[in-house]
């Protein structure tokens, strides 16, 4: 998951944001692989389903704060250069 703050890029894998955010109690909730169309599926209804979850919390105003809470990585974004 990304998100734009101040020149920087932030990135935090979606499962530890939703932990972060307290929407989900522990990891392995979610699938990030699939070896078949179905399995494909569900990993990707599973993952949407964490997006919408931490959404609200993202479009607060605390998005930055929350993301950096959950240990995202920083970039600097060369698209406002």
Not at 4 to 19: N, P, T, W, Y
């Amino acid at each position: 998951m990304s998100l734009s703050d101040s020149g920087f890029i932030l990135r935090c894998d979606v499962e530890i944001l939703a932990l972060a955010a307290g929407v989900v109690e522990r990891r392995g909730g979610i699938s990030y692989s699939a070896a078949s169309l179905r399995a494909l599926r569900r990993s990707l209804e599973g993952q949407a389903d964490y997006v919408r979850r931490v959404h609200p919390t993202l479009v607060d105003g605390k998005g930055p704060e929350m993301m950096r809470k959950a240990g995202a990585r920083e970039y600097i974004d060369q698209r406002r250069k």
